[in-house]
């Protein structure tokens, strides 16, 4: 006899959602309390790759060098930073993100003391290497731990955290270095990384759980390929320039250098198919859509980032005659609209399809570089670049955080470190390749366009000297006029001071025209790269966020709920399957149960 159904109360109260908590125990802390570390962490990191820059004319007079022994101040950090993040995300898998996190943060902190104590060009780029250390052994860690920490329907909301941490120090370093090299010295802006650090490093031992390790084979062979073909890649792009894209020394020349390090990660990528799951970098990661995709457009947007703020802060100093600090004031509004985006954008990412969100801070990118290139003209009032910028501001908001989210999501926690190491990696190659590619782009088209404005200009000129003044920007190098100012074009002492003044103010106009118009066309460039990163969100997949449900919550994560939510035993799981994982979710292992130890929890009797 079936016993009926007891009948509904009406006057009950629906059952309350259960609260999701940590994936890994965390000793009754909430899964929020890891962020401070990580953010300060990643914060300093940030602010590190700009901050200098605002300091190179000070370094230059302090240390009596030449601006390209004051160029690898910043070169020697991104190189060094760039060519590690594969292996160091390998490492947080190995040993544990909280560890390597850890000598991260000390390296870093340490390394930014003995900077400010240097007392030669030569030592100072020596640290700031050991400084990209540092830097390359935190960043994996962030997102990784993020990732194995946080339940699906929380991380999209920690990421957008992440996230704004990147649009804050936007702000902070060109701003904060300004104000220390204009108040207290150069020195300081290394020196204030050390109280941060210290903070930072206490936290870190207090709040960051010890995650399970994954013993495995060392891939020495793995990591000595990904070393020498990431910085030879990495040297080549980045320094091209510098040797005018020729020769380095004897027969070595720059794409000598750029050719033979993408012939030696040609053998990295098949020594990794060789070694299988026990690869440096799992080519397994690649077989996800959306990671694959993610890639890309975190290449791009890193191109488009350099893209914007490079030329654009020469025309603002050059061409609109603004201060250092003036000009990074001018990237306020948007850096603050980004930060405040950013949250909000993460945990919309959680409600839905995060390719939608990738995609519309691309369009926002887009339209505000190529208003951009519209606006840029010698007579540009500077309240002018304020909108493009908010809306600049909006974009960068809308990608950071949901753009992590989706190249994390269904990573296990086997690969977790690994799939941040890659993304961060990819990231720092198309900043490194947008740098070459916009300065390479910016000469070129000065060499064109300083000329055809002079060849405008020269009507203004009493008609005798119209040819002379002509020939004169014709013959002069186009990186005398690099700066914006008219000082390339010299006058014989017989032109009349009167007709001379008049000559300075037409070619400086020429040079400010031509100048304005070389910035337009290569912010086009990355415009166009944006329209890349714009198709690459569009071809994720559109897979809604991980459910809300008591499953999803993943309040209580057990060894055998894990097996099933894996489909442990039966090769059944996303997995194994090839099937794109809901986005937010992370692909669980029957070792998923593990204690905040490391250890494996003790299984159920009678379960597989």
């Known amino acids: 006899m079936t016993t009926p159904a007891p009948a509904a109360d009406p006057g009950a109260q629906p059952a309350a959602a259960p609260v999701p908590r ?20 990643f914060f300093m990191i940030m602010v590190d790759t700009t901050i200098v820059n605002i300091a190179v004319p000070t370094l230059v007079s302090s240390f009596d060098a030449s601006l390209t022994a004051v160029g690898w101040v910043n070169s020697a950090y991104l190189l060094t930073f760039a060519v590690l993040l594969l292996v160091t995300g390998r490492l947080g898998d190995t040993f544990g993100p909280r560890p390597v996190f850890v000598v991260g943060l000390v390296v870093f902190t340490l390394s930014s003391l003995w900077c400010g104590l240097s007392g030669t060009i030569e030592m100072l780029v020596v640290a700031r290497a050991v400084q990209g250390v540092g830097g390359a052994l935190m960043t994996p860690q962030t997102m990784s731990m993020i990732t194995r920490v946080f339940p699906p329907q929380q991380r ?31 020195e300081w802006i290394f020196f204030v990384n050390i109280p941060v650090g210290v903070v930072a490093l206490v936290l870190a031992v207090r709040r960051l759980p010890a995650l399970e390790r994954h013993t495995r084979s060392f891939d020495g062979v793995g990591v000595v390929l990904s070393v020498v073909g990431m910085f030879l890649l990495v040297f ?102 980004s930060g ?27 339209i505000s570089v190529v208003w951009l290139s519209v606006l840029v003209e010698p007579g540009l009032a500077t309240w002018q670049v304020l909108p493009p910028m908010v809306v600049f501001g909006l974009g960068t908001g809308c990608l950071f955080s949901p753009l992590a989210n989706l190249a994390t999501a269904g990573l296990d926690h086997r690969t977790a470190g690994a799939g941040a190491g890659a993304f ?46 002509v020939d004169g920007f014709a013959q002069a190098d186009a990186s005398a006029f690099s700066g914006g100012a008219g000082g390339g074009l010299t006058l014989p002492d017989t032109v009349p001071a009167d007709v001379a003044a008049q000559v300075q103010q037409v070619a400086l106009d020429a ?59 039966t090769g059944a799981g996303p997995a194994a399957s090839g099937e794109e994982p809901a986005e937010g979710s992370a692909v669980l292992s029957p070792s998923a149960g593990a204690s905040s130890t490391g250890r494996p929890a003790p299984r159920r009797a009678g379960r597989a």
Request: hydrophobic share 55%; with cysteine.
């Open 156 to 186: 999209g909301a920690a990421m957008g955290i992440w996230g704004a941490v990147a649009g804050v120090a936007t702000i902070t370093g060109p701003v904060l270095g300004g104000l220390l090299v204009e108040t207290v010295g150069w």
């Open 236 to 337: 080549g792009i980045q320094e091209g320039a510098t040797y005018d894209w020729g020769t380095i020394t004897g027969p070595v020349t720059v794409w000598s250098v750029i050719v033979a390090g993408l012939l030696v990660l040609v053998g990295f990528v098949l020594w990794q198919r060789h070694r299988g799951p026990d690869a440096l970098l799992p080519l397994t990661l690649f077989h996800r859509r959306n990671f694959s995709l993610s890639n890309v457009a975190g290449a791009a947007v890193s191109f488009a980032m350099i893209g914007i703020f490079f030329p654009l802060t020469l025309f603002l100093q050059s061409v609109l005659g603004l201060s250092p600090l003036g000009a990074s004031l001018v990237n306020l509004p948007g850096s603050v609209i």
């Open 22 to 41: 940590a994936l890994v125990d965390l000793h009754g802390r909430s899964p929020w309390s890891i962020l401070p570390p990580l953010c300060l962490g």
């Open 424 to 469: 961060n990696t990819t990231r720092q190659i198309g900043g490194v390749i947008g740098s070459a590619a916009i300065v390479a782009m910016l000469t070129s088209r000065l060499a064109s366009t300083i000329p055809a404005a002079a060849q405008d200009a020269a009507a203004a000129l009493p008609e005798a000297f119209r040819q002379p003044f």
């Open 340 to 366: 405040v985006v950013a949250p909000f954008a993460g945990r919309l990412s959680d409600r839905v399809p995060g390719k939608w969100v990738v995609a519309s801070g691309f369009t926002f990118l887009t």
């Open 511 to 569: 040079v400010h025209t031509g100048f304005a118009t070389a910035v337009g066309q290569t912010l086009l460039l990355a415009a166009a790269v944006l329209v890349l990163g714009l198709v690459a969100a569009l071809a994720m997949r559109g897979t809604r966020p991980h459910a809300h449900g008591p499953v999803a919550a993943a309040a209580d994560v057990t060894p055998s709920t894990a097996a099933t939510a894996a489909g442990a035993g």
